[in-house]
């Protein structure tokens, strides 16, 4: 269900049966930003094909980096990637 690839699951499952998610407060979070720098440089001169294929190979070590250290992967968006830790749910 594609819910519970964009939000945690205590989220998702309230979302899906329709209940109210209320904003919660946490103490200490931290969020970390990926953004590769000169991304539009590097794509000027590289294949889509080669630019696709460093994009999937660095994100799913990212991904693999945050499954292992329990940190919420929020979005990838083209050369970009958040993720959110201590975030208890």
Not at 15 to 20: M, T, V
Not at 52 to 74: E, I, Q, S, W
Request: glycine fraction near 4%; aromatic fraction near 12%.
């Amino acid at each position: 269900d594609m819910l519970y690839k964009v939000f945690p699951k205590a989220v998702a499952d309230k979302l899906k049966a329709g209940q109210k998610v209320e904003p919660e407060t946490h103490n200490n979070v931290t969020i970390f930003f990926s953004d590769i720098v000169r991304f539009t440089d590097i794509s000027r001169v590289l294949s889509a094909v080669k630019v696709c294929g460093m994009l999937d190979r660095l994100y799913l070590a990212f991904d693999a980096l945050a499954t292992k250290h329990d940190v919420f992967k929020v979005e990838t968006i083209g050369d970009a990637w958040m993720g959110v830790t201590n975030c208890e749910y």
